[in-house]
């Protein structure tokens, strides 16, 4: 990205990302990183997966993202009884045409918001793959184009908890980042309860859009522009490598892990207005962008060595080239 076009592009990138965030956050308070890592994933056209304990704003988030963006945008709740041609769309056939029509299903929208992705059986979340991966679906032998952008947003309860169903491996590859809300800070939950109790209103209906699906297709292709040099792509692909060799994960991150890890940090140096990637954003990255596509190996777990301190172990023992 040459000085002269590159510095106007990221100030409009900044500036719109930044109404993204005050809109968002006058709904979610005391959660900027959860809310960096959401427009992270959205510049980066990545998936967003938002695990927690019922109750603390996943799904709020997910529809203050969505309404700040005038675009479509269809919601999916996931149910045990829910069907894969409730997500994808189906086939019916018209008695006075005497053809099938396809009627689409939840995903054909730019924001997808599926709530409590893992309540639905692993028969129907795996109608969400080839829509995340190759944005389009196929029906009866016909494939239809998703239109960009295009962005899931599925929350889900901790796997432990009762009436859940565990996410496929090739499920979870699929999502970029994965983030926990948390519970809130004192202040915020004291806000909270000010706001919420005075009146019955929903703070989401005062939301509207401050930015378009056009203006966002820009953002992500200025994001595509953002450099990354050789040693940052090779420390990159260094932290992904050493998971699948060390004994204490079973299952190492996916090549796919690595190209979400580098997209997602060429979103997070274009959000802080640099026009280039450092090791620092990778290392950052790498917990919410390879942590849920990990899985422990027997010693491991038996030994109460958790994922995350492993790979924290991991990315610090990785040399920056």
């Known amino acids: 990205m040459s000085d002269a076009g590159g510095v106007p592009d990221l100030a409009t990138l900044t500036r719109v990302t930044g109404r993204i965030r005050e809109n968002v956050e006058r709904v979610i308070e005391g959660k900027p990183d959860v809310v960096t890592a959401a427009l992270v994933v959205l510049l980066a056209e990545g998936h967003l997966l938002i695990e927690d304990v019922?109750?603390?704003?996943?799904?709020?988030?997910?529809?203050?993202?969505?309404?700040?963006?005038?675009?479509t945008?269809?919601?999916?709740?996931?149910?045990?009884?829910?069907?894969?041609?409730?997500?994808?769309?189906?086939?019916?056939?018209?008695?006075?045409?005497?053809?099938?029509?396809?009627?689409?299903?939840?995903?054909?929208?730019?924001?997808?918001?599926?709530?409590?992705?893992?309540?639905?059986?692993?028969?129907?979340?795996?109608?969400?793959?080839?829509?995340?991966?190759?944005?389009?679906?196929?029906?009866?032998?016909?494939?239809?184009?998703?239109?960009?952008?295009?962005?899931?947003?599925?929350?889900?309860?901790?796997?432990?908890?009762?009436?859940?169903?565990?996410?496929?491996?090739?499920?979870?590859?699929?999502?970029?980042?994965?983030?926990?809300?948390?519970?809130?800070?004192?202040?915020?939950?004291?806000?909270?309860?000010?706001?919420?109790?005075?009146?019955?209103?929903?703070?989401?209906?005062?939301?509207?859009?401050?930015?378009?699906?056009?203006?966002?297709?820009?953002l992500i292709s200025i994001v595509g522009q953002i450099h990354v040099s050789d040693a940052v792509a090779r420390y990159a692909v260094g932290i992904t490598a050493a998971t699948r060799t060390t004994p204490e994960l079973s299952l190492g991150a996916s090549p796919r892990a690595t190209l979400h890890l580098v997209r997602a940090a060429k979103a997070y140096a274009a959000i802080s207005g640099r026009e280039f990637v450092v090791p620092d954003d990778i290392a950052r990255l790498a917990a919410p962008v390879l942590g849920h596509r990990l899985v422990p190996s027997l010693e491991s777990s038996s030994g109460g060595r958790s994922v995350s301190a492993v790979l924290e172990q991991l990315v610090a023992g990785v040399p920056v080239a």
């Open 54 to 71: 019922p109750g603390v704003g996943k799904t709020m988030l997910s529809k203050a993202l969505a309404r700040s963006i005038d675009c």
């Open 73 to 218: 945008v269809r919601r999916i709740q996931f149910t045990p009884d829910l069907l894969p041609s409730d997500v994808t769309g189906v086939s019916v056939f018209n008695q006075q045409s005497r053809e099938f029509e396809f009627r689409p299903g939840g995903v054909f929208a730019n924001i997808v918001v599926g709530d409590e992705i893992n309540r639905a059986s692993p028969k129907t979340q795996s109608a969400l793959l080839e829509c995340m991966e190759e944005r389009q679906v196929t029906v009866d032998n016909s494939t239809y184009r998703l239109e960009a952008p295009f962005l899931v947003i599925a929350t889900q309860n901790p796997v432990e908890m009762e009436g859940t169903y565990a996410l496929p491996e090739a499920q979870r590859d699929r999502f970029m980042v994965r983030v926990s809300m948390g519970y809130p800070v004192l202040a915020a939950e004291l806000a909270m309860l000010a706001s919420h109790t005075v009146t019955a209103a929903n703070p989401l209906d005062d939301l509207e859009p401050v930015t378009d699906a056009a203006e966002i297709a820009k």
